[in-house]
């Protein structure tokens, strides 16, 4: 797994040693060998690993056969583990037929978003009478005051639309969109590593592991957040090929047909609206409009896709990469993804904005017409200024939302799964409820949100390595992952008084399974290593995989809420806080 990019600079004439500076010279100690690699146009565009004639050959597959194979792997294989991942979640959906934990917030609000177009009051016993009855049951109409904006809850609210207002229906959508991410991170995963095996096994490890699994078949929140931010990064991703292919094709070739680094090119170019970066910002806009830590997301990736110009003009030959970055890339870099997303922020309130401003409408609908009457901004629509005093009210609720909370937890322990939550939890006795007759005790029946500890626990050591190649071997692709796992995790740390639980780490779920799947990578070696190390390399990484895939099947009855015997349930409690 080699380097597919470099920030450092190639210059006629130069040897590569005399490129770098002292501090370089000094971490080549550490693993540093950042420096000119193999062909230019290679490193702007890598090109894809196809698998070598000797395996086809070894495996008796006709040369023709196997072109052909290689030629459909590309969306035959993510398919493939799409279709598993869409089986395991689509299976028995609408168990348990409860409202199991924050459902009773975003199931309710995403039928009175899609009936009212704000969210209602509910009464207290409407979870019992919505299960019983099936979801025949009217939709009050007084306004609810929520601290979460309504994108998340429209998604739920579709799959209500056509399946109904039952458990299946308001976890459909989750679930949709929990597959069809498995098949995003494959895509993902192929490009970045340019390999279809690391694509695909990428994609395979989010597709067994429990927090994504059960966030997957949750109508909650935050795996919908999951599903717009992952989308979002393949956008850039996408983006950063083709600047380098335009880049690329803008080069001069030599008389050996060689491409050559240009410094006017380099220092110059423009490189376009690209609409992959605008696709970026509507699919950020509509995470902030999900939950409010899309904002941080939306942060970290602009300044990511930035630097990724930066360095494509730096390897393309510029002289001034960051002058020339700042002149034709950020500013367009910065209207296509922070104006973009705020405008599909404002678009997605459009019924709470359109709802009766007579008392009857959402929540602080009629803010600006009584209680803010007056002040500096009255020259402002009415709908501004009553959904800017919510949207601060909001604000100051999540800041100082401290309630103590039996499954809260603390950033700390969330890589090492210190604190899971329990969705769903009841004891039936022998004969009910798919409790084994034979039991001779009751048994536990839960839905506990955590990841598949093997996966997670291998994860924290794939973080430090793709540190290591981030900052010793200039891997944009360790920094790619490194930023989705920052933007989605280190927020929380600013908010550690504040009560928080380990489901929100979903978010960045995709980059952890690119991390483990690059430490694979590593792990099997190189191409062109011998024959002994590769042989051993794929033993090693082969059984972890497969103690992850078994770790998943082991805690199969937790994530499903399958009943099984206490005794059996115990012996999954590896660790006394997952109690």
Not at 195 to 213: E, I, Q, R
Not at 336 to 347: D, F, G, N, Q
Request: hydrophobic letters at 45%; proline letters at 6%.
């Amino acid at each position: 797994m080699t380097s597919t990019a470099s920030s450092t600079d190639i210059r006629q004439g130069r040897a590569p040693q005399d490129q770098r500076p002292g501090w370089q010279q000094r971490l080549r100690r550490f693993g540093y060998t950042a420096g000119p690699r193999g062909d230019l146009r290679d490193r702007l565009v890598p090109p894809y690993a196809e698998p070598g004639s000797r395996l086809w050959a070894s495996l008796g597959v006709p040369p023709t056969l196997a072109e052909r194979v290689n030629r459909w792997s590309g969306w035959g294989g993510p398919l493939l583990v799409t279709l598993m991942a869409g089986l395991l979640r689509f299976w028995d959906l609408g168990s348990p037929k409860k409202v199991i934990f924050d459902e009773t917030y975003y199931a309710k609000d995403a039928w009175a978003l899609v009936h009212r177009g704000f969210e209602v009051n509910w009464n207290k016993n409407a979870n019992d009478l919505i299960v019983q009855t099936n979801g025949h049951i009217a939709v009050p109409t007084d306004a609810s005051y929520v601290v979460h904006p309504p994108v998340g809850k429209y998604v739920i609210g579709l799959g209500e639309l056509v399946f109904g207002f039952d458990p299946f229906g308001w976890r459909f959508m989750t679930a949709l969109l929990g597959t069809l991410s498995v098949l995003l991170l494959c895509r993902i995963g192929r490009r970045m590593f340019r390999s279809t095996f690391l694509g695909c096994l990428a994609g395979a490890l989010m597709a067994v592991d429990g927090l994504h699994f059960v966030m997957s078949r949750t109508s909650l929140l935050d795996g919908v957040l999951m599903f717009f931010v992952l989308a979002a990064f393949g956008c850039l991703i996408v983006d950063r090929d083709r600047a380098r292919e335009r880049l690329a094709a803008a080069l001069p070739v030599d008389a050996d047909g060689r491409l050559r680094p240009d410094a006017q090119v380099a220092d110059t170019l423009r490189l376009g609206w690209r609409p992959w970066r605008w696709g970026a910002g509507v699919l950020l806009g509509l995470a902030i409009g999900t939950k409010w830590n899309g904002l941080y997301i939306l942060a970290a990736f602009c300044l990511m896709a930035v630097l990724w110009d930066v360095g494509a003009r730096k390897v393309a030959g510029a002289r001034h990469p960051y002058l020339a970055a700042l002149k034709y890339d950020t500013g367009l870099a910065f209207l296509s993804m922070v104006p973009v997303a705020i405008a599909v922020y404002l678009l997605s309130w459009l019924g709470w904005i359109l709802s009766p401003t007579d008392g009857s409408g959402g929540y602080f609908r009629n803010w600006a017409a009584t209680d803010g009457k007056g002040g500096h901004w009255t020259f402002l629509p009415d709908w501004v200024r009553s959904l800017w005093h919510y949207e601060h009210e909001v604000y100051k609720f999540h800041v100082g939302l401290s309630t103590p909370h039996t499954y809260q937890s603390n950033p700390w322990s969330w890589l090492v799964l210190g604190r899971p939550v329990s969705y769903f939890y009841e004891s039936p006795s022998p004969g009910v409820d798919g409790c084994p007759a034979a039991a001779g005790q009751k048994c536990a029946r839960e839905v506990l949100a955590i990841g598949t500890p093997l996966l997670w626990w291998t994860a924290c050591l794939a973080i430090l390595y793709i540190l290591w190649r981030w900052a010793f071997r200039r891997d944009w692709r360790a920094g790619a992952i490194a930023c989705g796992i920052a933007a989605g995790y280190l927020p929380w740390f600013m908010y550690q008084q504040r009560t928080i639980f380990l489901f929100y780490a979903v978010v960045f779920v995709p980059f952890l399974c690119l991390a483990v799947a690059m430490l694979v990578g590593a792990l099997v070696g190189r191409p062109g290593s011998s024959d002994t190390r590769r042989l051993i390399g794929a033993s090693g990484a082969g059984v972890l995989v497969l103690l992850i895939a078994w770790n998943f099947i082991y805690f199969w009855p937790l994530y499903t809420g399958t009943a099984i015997p206490i005794d059996d349930w115990r012996s999954r409690m590896w660790i006394d806080t997952w109690v």
